[in-house]
C-alpha cells in the first residue's frame, strides 16, 4: 500500500513537471558534485547508470535524444578513476522544462547519499575542453615514512627525464611524465606518520596523467608501497579542475 502511494506521489509529480513551461532550445545545466569514500570503486559506466536512475527518481525536465533509442544526454568533464576521489567533477545535463538551478541541486540531493552529493548546479560559461590541469592530494601510507623518504619523493617526481610507459588510443610510447606536471610538493606528517603529496598535472583531453602514474613511479623507483597491502595504502583525492592559466574551471 505505502509502495503504491509512493509510486502516485511520483506519478503526479512528473505530471506537474511536464505542465512548466517548455524551454526552446533546451537549457544546459552544469552539475558539479563530489565522489568520495566507498564510491570511488564505481566505474565510469556505472556512474552514467547512477546519474540516469537519479535523474529519472528526482523527476528533472530532462532532455532525451532523438531516434530509435531516446536516452537522457550526459557529458561528464574529464572521468575520474576507480580509486580515485573527487571534490569537483562535472556533468552537463539539459532540460527542456523551466525550472531554476536550486531546485534541480536540491531535487537531486535528496536522492543522492553523504558520499555522493551535488554542490553547485548553474549556467555554464565555458566549455570541457577549456579543462587543461588537474590538481591533487596524495596520502600514502607506507613502512619507512619519514621526512627523508618525502624529500627523495618530491625529488623523484620533480627530476626529468621520469620515463614510463603510457598507453594511448595510438598504442603504447615512453613519455616523460615530469613534463606533465606543473607543480608537486611532499610532505611527511608527524601527526600520521603519512607521506603527503600535493600535485597540480595535465588533464586536458589531448594530454592528461593518471595521478595512478606517480604512484606507480614511487613503487618502481623507492620501493614505496612494496609491503603488506593490509598496512600499506594511498588515496587520491582530485581537489581542483584548471584551465590553462591556472585559473578555476567553472
Known sequence: MLSEVKQNGKLNEKRRVLALPELTPPRTVRLKFCK????????HLDLQRTFNRIINRACLPVWYTKGFNPHIKLVFS????????SVCEYLDIRI???M?????KERLNAEMTDEFYITEAYLPTSDFSEIAWASYDISITTGGASAELAEKTQQLLTTSPL?????????EKEVDIVKMISSLTASFDESTG???????VRASSTEYL?????ITALKN???????????EYYSIMRTATLKEDMTEFR
Open 100 to 104: 531554476s538551478c536550486e531546485e534541480i
Open 210 to 214: 593518471n595521478p595512478e602514474f606517480l
Open 96 to 98: 527542456d522544462r523551466e
Open 163 to 171: 620515463m614510463m610507459i603510457k598507453k594511448g588510443k595510438a598504442g
Open 221 to 231: 623507483e623507492l620501493f614505496i608501497l612494496s609491503g603488506d597491502p593490509k598496512s
Open 194 to 200: 603519512n607521506i603527503n603529496i600535493k600535485a597540480t
Open 78 to 85: 574529464t572521468p575520474l578513476s576507480v580509486g580515485a576521489q
Open 36 to 43: 568520495v569514500g566507498t564510491l570511488q570503486y564505481i566505474s
